[in-house]
Each structure stands twice: as C-alpha cells, then as structure tokens.
Nanobody, 124 residues
Framework: QVQLVESGGGLVQAGGSLRLSCAAS?????MGWFRQAPGKERDFVAA????????GYAASVKGRFTISSDNAKNTVYLQMNSLKPEDTAVYYC????????????????????WGQGTQVTVSS
C-alpha cells in the first residue's frame, strides 16, 4: 500500500505563489496532481513520468505551474506561480503504478493511490 502525504497548501493572494509537496515512494510510480473545487469534478492539473523526464499540464495552468520530482527525497512538487482565484481548490497527489518510465497520464481513472488532499485558497 502506497501512502501519499500532501503538504504546502494555504491561503495566498492573487499573483502569489505556493509549493505543494507530496511524499511517496516514487520508484515504481508515475505521479500526478489533480484538483477539485466545491461542486465540481476532480480535474487534472499536472503529471510527471516515472523517470521524471516527461511532464504534462492542463491548459489552464501551463506556464504558471511546474511539476517536478526528487527521487532521493521521495517527493513530488507542484510549484504554483501567478495564482488566480480560480485556482482555489483541494489539490490531490496521485500515484500510478506503471512499468513505463517515460509516460504519464492525465486521466484520474489511471491512478491507483491518492493522498488526502490539501486546500489551496487564492483571494482576489
């Protein structure tokens, strides 16, 4: 069983930055970040391949958010810059067991394990 522990959420003003962290055993997993706003479905934000060499982003965050991984620290990060009120949501880290080293998935149904979520609130 993989345990994912997110941290780094909080309240920030529009235009500000936050860095989310997700502690996990990364060796066998591709990782992703998703978010869910009140009354809405859980949406893809960013993903990274098991190798760490390939990444993907939702159009709404591309150019503002950066996903990265540090295998030595068993941690995945989501650096969020130029935050907007519409980024307000609970952010979830997810892990996908895969034998493929260079692919990632944007589909939440492909992920096997989920963290408990961390709240990000962006005030206008």
């Amino acid at each position: 069983q993989v345990q994912l522990v997110e941290s780094g959420g909080g309240l920030v003003q529009a235009g500000g930055s936050l860095r989310l962290s997700c502690a996990a055993s990364l060796g066998d997993y591709a990782m992703g970040w998703f978010r869910q706003a009140p009354g809405k479905e859980r949406d893809f934000v960013a993903a990274i391949s098991k190798s760490g060499s390939n990444t993907g982003y939702a159009a709404s965050v591309k150019g503002r958010f950066t996903i990265s991984s540090d295998n030595a620290k068993n941690t995945v990060y989501l650096q969020m810059n130029s935050l907007k009120p519409e980024d307000t949501a609970v952010y979830y880290c997810a892990a996908r067991r895969t034998y493929r080293s260079y692919t990632y998935s944007v589909d939440l149904n492909d992920y096997d394990y989920w963290g408990q979520g961390t709240q990000v609130t962006v005030s206008s």
